[in-house]
């Protein structure tokens, strides 16, 4: 085969093919296509393509945070790992007060259109006031879920976001998105201010305590060096931060079931992997915790998703075979913790 890249059609076309497999072997066939040059060239879109979706996740981190008590106070600063096919969250973080936000990523997903009618449609959603969109809406399961998805006016008052959706202010974040994606230097000095970073490999490319909150959002699952994130994290926090983390433990479709990934070999999971960028971890709930704990964070607010498990004990491989019921049952959780 050529080295040419092969064209947005083909790569299509591949795709479409592939989804007629069971799940098992179309992961295995994906991971064997990544080898081929241009595959993976063409990244698909996260759903933070979706305005609501972004707008939905910032409420929930937002309501949550501030039920749980480790945010009382709108962060001056906030930094997302993996933000995806848009800065929606984090644009929506800076029309609820947020004035610098660092968007980090393992790839370039986003571009300055995108991201310049993503804030259009917030700056509508926030000034309707629109209730959190949930439920049907969505086609997966957004979690965490809420008492009450009403709008939070205790809040978000009136007078709090008249200040936040001035004109004034939604230019500046305009201007501040021109320049994330300005091959010029990135160095700023207005109060508003947004940094994207793709790809990024060293905790270094931020300054110590450079982030009042830490927050991603179906991410955490997905990065290989899991250790070297979370002392990241430890590192950018400011001493009285806050981090909200919501992380998905499944398969991601990669196995029939949801947990299957856990009864994979080293080898399947390799051929599985393939020269992707990246792959789910496969690392459980009690990784993360520990973790955290090992750094001395301070957990606030751990809720659990639990999922009937859809493989048997027996049928875990012997990476996995210790599993405690909590890890196996638990398919997510929203982890907060404090410095």
């Known amino acids: ?29 994906k991971g064997i296509l990544s080898y081929l040059p241009g595959i993976y060239t063409f990244v698909d879109q996260t759903r933070s393509a979706s305005t609501r979706f972004c707008y ?16 009382t106070s709108f962060p001056n600063s906030l930094l997302e790992l993996g933000p995806g096919s ?18 980090l990523d393992a790839i370039k997903f986003t571009d300055l259109k995108t991201n310049l009618e993503t804030l259009d449609e917030l700056v509508r959603l926030f000034q309707d006031r629109v209730p959190i969109p949930h439920g049907e809406e969505f086609t997966t399961e957004v979690r965490p879920h809420l008492k009450t998805y009403d709008f939070p006016t205790h809040i978000l008052d009136d007078e ?7 004109v004034e202010r939604v230019q500046l974040i305009k201007e501040a998105l021109k320049r994330a994606f300005s091959e010029s230097d990135q160095k700023q000095n207005s109060k508003i201010q947004i940094f994207y970073l793709a790809p990024w490999s060293d905790y270094k490319v931020l300054p110590e305590g450079c982030a009042d909150m830490i927050l991603s959002n179906t991410v955490l699952q997905c990065v290989d060096n899991l250790s070297d994130v979370y002392e990241s994290f430890h590192y950018w926090l400011a001493p009285d931060g ?14 029939k079931e949801w ?14 992997r393939g020269k992707r960028p ?15 704990k090992q750094l001395g964070f301070n957990i606030v607010c751990d809720i659990k998703f639990t999922t009937e498990s859809g493989i048997k004990r027996y049928e ?11 890890d196996l049952y638990t398919s997510g959780s929203m982890l907060q913790a404090t410095r």
């Open 242 to 255: 806050f981090m909200s983390h919501n992380i998905d433990f499944s398969s991601y479709g990669a196995t």
């Open 86 to 103: 848009s800065f929606g969250v984090g644009l929506a973080a800076m029309l609820t007060g947020t004035n610098r936000y660092y968007a």
């Open 56 to 71: 939905s996740v910032w409420m929930r981190h937002l309501v949550i945070s501030w039920e749980c008590g480790g945010l």
């Open 259 to 272: 947990n299957g990934h856990w009864a994979c070999s080293k080898l399947e999971w390799s051929l599985m």
């Open 316 to 326: 875990l491989v012997e990476e996995f075979k210790d599993l405690s019921d909590d």
């Open 160 to 166: 709090h976001l008249k200040k936040c959706l001035s």
């Open 1 to 29: 085969m050529s080295n040419q890249t092969p064209s947005k059609k083909v790569v299509h076309f591949l795709r479409e093919k592939l989804g007629l497999l069971p799940p098992n072997y179309q992961t295995i066939v």
């Open 278 to 292: 990246y792959l789910i971890n496969r690392e459980p709930y009690s990784k993360h915790v520990g973790l955290l």
